[in-house]
Antibody, heavy 120, light 110 residues
């Protein structure tokens, strides 16, 4: 059974960097069939795609966040990570990590989600 | 502003049939498979429909999806109280080289 688990601080100060890690079990981040992605959901709002990474290290980011986002992968730990710099209150959201079928919007495994609040 | 357009809300009474629409463009829905997700408060979304009209194991056949051109819809027949949730359409966007979501539709069972 594939499982994804987000981890990281639940509170980040404005202008600082949000850092989250997703630990994968039951599958390998080196799998060529999937992207490993991040999606967020502000309180009471809809889903927003942040970006994804492929096992080769290639990435793709939402244009609205591209200048602030970095997604990386650590195959030795079977993890992938998200960094979002210069955060503001608008970045307060539940952040989900997910396994995405290559070339499709098919996400059959999600992390449980972690709430990150940006506040001083 | 979401790339895909959904109505913010929908409602029906138990036993009724409800449809939720989702519209996009040639670069997304028009040229790629569509997916639908169901989300209950405080939980991660769950895949409900894949490849336009396929149901994952465990999803009842009273739930169906269809696509025509740059639009898609989700239909739920025999509405039940447990169907009350948020529903999101999603697809790949060739221009963005990534997934895009609709803004979500809150389904209320009256």
């Amino acid at each position: 059974q594939v499982q994804l688990q987000e981890s990281g601080p639940g509170l980040v100060k404005p202008s600082e960097t949000l850092s989250l890690t997703c630990t994968v079990s039951g599958d390998s981040v080196s799998s060529g069939s999937f992207y490993w992605g991040w999606i967020r959901q502000p309180p009471g709002k809809g889903l927003e795609w942040i970006g994804y990474i492929y096992y080769s290290g290639s990435t793709n980011y939402n244009p609205s966040l591209k200048s602030r986002v970095t997604i990386s992968v650590d195959t030795s730990k079977n993890q992938f990570s998200l960094k979002l710099i210069s955060v503001t209150a608008a970045d307060t959201a539940v952040y989900f990590c997910a396994r995405v079928l290559v070339g499709a919007a098919q996400i059959d495994y999600w992390g449980q989600g972690t709430l990150v609040t940006v506040s001083s | 502003q979401s790339v895909l357009t959904q109505p913010p809300s929908a409602s029906g009474t138990p036993g009724q049939r409800v449809t939720i629409s989702c519209s996009g463009s040639n670069s997304n829905i028009g040229s790629n498979y569509v997916y639908w997700y169901q989300q209950f408060p405080g939980t991660a979304p769950k895949l409900l429909i894949y490849r336009n009209n396929q149901r994952p194991s465990g999803v009842p056949d009273r739930i169906s999806g269809s696509k025509s051109g740059t639009s898609t819809s989700l239909a739920i027949s025999g509405l039940r109280s447990e169907d009350e949730a948020d529903y999101y359409c999603a697809t790949w966007d060739d221009s963005l080289s990534g997934p895009v979501f609709g803004g979500g539709t809150k389904l209320t069972v009256l």
